[in-house]
């Protein structure tokens, strides 16, 4: 028998119909260092599909880690609401163990104040980013398309305003498209069915070189269909993966040995946009945001319980995602507040863009203008 491991770490995800690739995260956390009910380390819960209904399961679900004496870091894959209430009471009651957040819900002020340490991908950043990167790959038009309700998020505004001024600098037309909401009365696929009648109509209007930039996941995919029959260009999904839109966009499955394993994921998905045409003019981040991040952040609590690292070193950081994403590159910045004031325990980021056919872009290598991180 191997002696039982000497601390736990607590990994909270969704379930695989809500957040798969958070949870194959944690599938691969349990296979690198064991589960804690086999002697090895990771507790690994999830919280309920209905969160929102179901707020005080999820708080007691989290708070519940603290009872095992051995747990010193909690990793909550996704931050859905009701963390922020869990923290604080894991903090009252064990205020030895760290807490690390991904991708919160709550307030970030909120969040940031509870946790050790949280980290977002970066929104502000890609509004330049992949406006540049659109021009790199050959496009002279970018189609912003997204919905009142999406318009009304501080973070999407304004990151559509980084986009539109980022276009103005580069040269390139700036296009702003209203589609329909999925959750209003068309639903999902009244949604989509808008963008796939559409698409072939900006194309022929705008031409095909316009790189489009949907911000709802419901819309990636029949975007992405078109884009790959009819021409223009598309940088990346709202929130990259190969995994988002290009399945179903494409008819790709995936067996049970491929799921979580990036690079075979990204080879079948790759093989396939060639075959239809779309080699060089569609891009994704080669690895799943959710899923690197997740098993990151088991790492680099692992690294800080043992003395090895501190939980602010965003350098310390980026070494455990470059472990886990072997080829990519990842950069970010401290996320600043609306005063102005920027937090230490706070970092967004983000992967750099992979055009398929052509590999990286190498846009992580690029410094961000000032001027864009003051765009309101």
């Given amino acids: 028998m191997a002696a039982e491991a000497p601390y736990h770490i607590g990994v909270i995800t969704g379930t695989v119909s809500q957040s798969e690739d958070g949870l194959r995260g944690a599938e691969e956390a349990i296979k690198l260092y064991g589960a804690a009910d086999k002697g090895g380390e990771i507790v690994h819960v999830t919280y309920p599909d209905n969160f929102m209904q179901e707020m005080e399961t999820t708080i007691s679900q989290m708070v519940s880690l603290a009872d095992d004496p051995k747990m010193k870091a909690i990793v909550v894959g996704e931050a859905i609401p009701g963390t922020v209430e869990a923290f604080r009471r894991i903090r009252e009651k064990r205020p030895d163990i760290l807490l690390l957040a991904n991708s919160p819900h709550e307030d970030p002020e909120m969040i940031g104040e509870v946790s050790d340490l949280v980290v977002n991908p970066d929104s502000i950043a890609r509004g330049y980013l992949i406006v540049k990167a659109a021009k790199e790959m050959g496009a002279n038009k970018f189609m912003h398309i997204s919905f009142p309700r999406h318009m009304s998020y501080e973070l999407l505004s304004k990151r559509r305003n980084v986009m539109k001024v980022a276009a103005n600098d580069l040269g390139m037309e700036f296009i702003e498209m209203t589609a329909p909401d999925p959750v209003s009365d068309v639903g999902v696929a009244g949604a989509q069915q808008y963008i796939l009648e559409q698409v072939p109509n900006w194309i022929k209007k705008y031409g095909d070189k316009t790189a489009f930039f949907a911000t709802n996941d419901a819309h990636t995919e029949p975007l992405l269909k078109r884009v790959a029959e009819q021409g ?24 049970e040995d491929e799921k979580g394993n990036w690079p075979k994921i990204l080879e079948k998905v790759e093989k396939t946009v060639g075959e239809k045409g779309g080699a060089g003019r569609m891009g994704t981040w080669a690895y799943s945001y959710n899923f690197s991040v997740t098993v990151s952040l088991v790492d680099l609590a692992k690294e800080v319980v043992e003395g090895k690292a501190q939980i602010d070193d965003f350098d310390a950081l980026k070494e455990v995602l470059a472990k886990n994403t072997p080829g990519a590159q990842w950069n970010g910045s401290n996320y600043v507040d609306v005063r102005g004031v920027e937090k230490e325990n706070f970092y967004l980021l983000y992967q750099d863009t992979y055009v398929l056919g052509n590999g990286y872009l190498k846009m992580t290598e690029l410094e961000v203008p000032e001027k864009y991180f003051s765009i309101k």
């Fill in 232 to 255: 223009g260009y598309f940088v990346e999904a709202d929130l990259p993966s190969p995994t988002m839109g290009y399945p179903g966009a494409l008819g790709i499955q995936f067996s």
